[in-house]
């Protein structure tokens, strides 16, 4: 166990095991400064700039006491409060008192947490005190010896006194000095001065208790070393166990939260794997999605199943599993790096940045592309990286922008790369009517002389088919009109279809280009006209011109027959082109009211950088402020799936350290911090727990809405260790409850009354499988909730029972056990989504079922006692 | 103070065969920008007498050099058979993985590789003619001998360069920063990370 304290007003417990944050501990008002653990364990103690120590107790997490005391007169501030804990567990010493005339160490006693006494003597505000780790008698002989030397004018009244031990505490302070007291002598034992030039911040005992460290803002460090006659005879670690045993019992015996049923521990050590296979099992998933083949590419294979190896062999051996596990799968994330050559043939290496803000990065490729030939490869590749971050590259979407090769300055020409799919929409002169202008903005007004080029891979007609090329060159033909008074110019664009240098078919039409799309099945090319033109796989205009009213901005299709387009007015259209149907006409003007602070910026006006069919085939619009809305088909509305809201949010990190993208949505909400991470000032918010709740739960059905099984299963995880970790009964036990169904009793009428119908399956995943090999384990890092995880563990056997029962005659109903999760989850994972939702792990079932059983058996004793006191918790149920 | 510290290098694909690529993942910080690339460079000691043998299996360029955490995989061929002596190709020998600014080397990572059978019968009986297809070549990756040399990382600023005076005794460095770093790493990797400020 660490426990941190922070600016944020909070201190962190985390479980050094696992690195999982156990705990957070709100209560005081402002900067925490200080924090000690109870040698005993049971409390843990901080000091913060509130003026207050509050008492921890380590059971719970609870408040034991809040202590105001004389830091109330204390005055200025101090870069620490750093309070101590005495090796016998009776006193705390804290900093930054204040008793008129001087600076003190006031002292609180366990149990009643009152100041008992200070240290006084300062001459500025203490900033550190630390207690010898160990404790000190004094030998006869040096005692004597003090003596004679007339140093223990306090303690020498009381010979009987001088046998018991004592704590020796070191104090350092703003006035230079440190101080070393005994807690058997009301005078200092040694009083340093002139060591240093600036305030001391730190003291730290040597583990023999002779040496004290201390250090100090003019950037030294002193080390004092003390000789035994001097502190008095150590107390071995035997004689300290002895003492404190004497005084508060058998420390062992005294954990907090004793587990009350087997399954318990079970599921505990389950979701310590978890934690740790999960990370490895999401590079697995990152070493799929990467669209861009890297250096070491054909070695992914190799790796992976080495990673895999090491996984298991990680899982079998217990304990810190946690840092192996993490070795190989940090090494295994593919590098994104430019490997090119240089004019004189020299070989060089972009490397990838790590933990930087993206943009350098950006600036960084930028300055290349100014300075070097090879620019356009490398700068379509960094916007299709931006764009499509998941798609499985069936279609890879170039823009060749030939702005990028003119010599600009740099920033202009980063805001090409990023900026350039950007349209502007603009309210006209005729706002009140509704009617939406959309004007496109610096990357795209600019280039009169815009090549457009899509690529298509046909995968159906085998592996090696080059990718068919579409490209439009606008061609201007200056019409040499003699006598007329301006020389008129004909736009007219040539289509060119190309399959590896080969022309397929051409095309010539009116107007200049703006969008073109195409798949296997179609070609889609929209004119700044408003026309739309749709060909064949071969050419063939296979319907009249259509006719959108404006210019087509953005335009999007999937594998099948589905096209989307995105006029500059804002409509959207999405079209069956098979069928020749319209399944959605919608407006995007419902994202600007949504938007207020842009509109602050231009009136009524919204910034797009892209829409596209998402990958479960809803169109998807990504606004310039990274906010991305999905268009609902059976809501009929626009959803926001990734926003800012929640800057506060513990997790609003979380998806920007996984260094490739793992999802869709992890993709849009990258994106969106990236953003947020360019502007300036991050204004530091004290997060009461609320935000993170709220951010984790829209994450959470926001991957629902998209349609992303592998995100969604990861924002459950998420959703449901914070609430175990706030020990958030009620939200978890509803979240179970969805998972669980009805009632079983209930189930069998239930099917017969069709309107409300439970479906048992999420995102093509078997409800309950989720919550047996997710949310129970999650549940189990907590033993406060543990009365509910059990009561839910008796309900799902319960059901799996009946289910097995009923489809004894169907085919084996996957299920798993929550003790074959090691190996059933790295098989889970390293499986595609699709995979995992049909494939039931038959290989584990028979070990399975006769681990469950076993589990039924040893509770079955607990059961009986657990009934009515669940009868009594839950009413309800 | 160096402008560049290594922070971690992974070494991907090992033990591997005598003859395939090596891969390197190198990880780095950046303190102050450089205008000039780095250069890494993979030197095979093929002789422990003879320098002569020394290959140079890999030079790339590695920029541009701006503050941050950088990481990047270094390929190399494997060693030309043809330019070692028959009898040093099996056994112990040194991997040099050294990086200079400017033509001045600044690190050196020493690695240990032990070049042998796998087979256990060839590996008891070694043939009079080495059979390259059967050697594996293990690194030991998990003891690395860093060695840093101080450079001038900024020479236009000072009138004395550097790279003039002699170089002074190297400084050892065991592997156990590095692990340390590995394992700030991971701390990072954790989904249940609390927000890391990030100062914009």
Redesign the interface.
Known sequence: MLASASLDNTV?IWNMRT???TTVLRGHLSLVKGVTWDPIGSFIASQSDDKTVIIWRTSDWSMAHRTVGHWEKSLGTTFFRRLGWSPCGHFITTTHGYQKPRHSAPVLERGEWSESFDFLGHNAPIIVVKFNHSMFKRSTFSAQEMKRAGWSNGSSKSGGKDLQPYNVIAIGSQDRTITVWTTASPRPLFVAKHFFGQSVVDLSWSPDGYSLFACSLDGTVAMIHFEPKELGVRLTDAELDELKKNRYGDVRGRQANLVESPAQLLLETVSTKL?GG??AASDVQANQVTTKP???AE?TA??RKSQVDDQNKTDEASGDT??KA??P???SNP?N?K?YR?PDG????????????QQ?NN??IN??SNNFPPAPSAAPSKINSRDFPVEPSIKEIAIRNPDLNNERPRITARATISESLVIEKVPGASARDGVLNVEQSVGIKGSSSRDLLIRVFDWKQGEATAPVCLEACPKEHALDTVGVVSTSTIKETELVCKISGETLWSDRIMGRVTVLAGNPNFWAVGCEDGTLQVYTKCGRRVMPTMMMGSAATFIDCDDSWKLLLVTRKGSLYVWDLFNRKCILHDSLSSLVSSDTDLSSAVEGSIKVISVKLSKSGSPLVVLATRHAFLFDTSLMCWLRVADDCFP???F???WN??SAPCGELAGLQVDVRKYM??????N?IA?DGVQTRAHLESQFASSLALESPNEYR?CLL?YV?FLAREADESRLREVCESFLGPPTGMAEAATSDTNLCWDPYVLGVKKHKLLRNDILPAMASNRKVQRLLSEFMDLLSEYENTELAEAATKESAPTIDCSGVPSSLDQMDSDPPAVTATTPLTIDNDKQVSLETGIMCEKSGSEAQERPDQSLRDPGA | MSAINITNVSVLDNPAPFVSPFQFEISYECLTSLQDDLEWKLVYVGSAEDETYDQTLESVLVGPVNVGNYRFVLQADPPDPSKIQEEDIIGVTVLLLTCSYMGQEFLRVGYYVNNDYEDEQLREEPPTKVLLDKVQRNILSDKPRVTKFPINFHPEDEQTPAAADPPPPPTEQSDDQQQADDNCDEAQVLPEQPPIPHES
């Open positions: 962190h690195g999982i944050c934690a999960k990370r890297s250096a070491n070695s190799k790796k946690l840092s993490s070795t799968s940090r090494v590098v790096q490997v240089r020299r070989k060089r290496i972009i490397p990838e940045a790590v933990g930087v803000p350098d600036i960084a300055e290349h506060a949010s513990n609003s990190s979380s350290l996984g991470a360019r502007k300036p000032g991050w530091r997060d990861q998420a260790r």
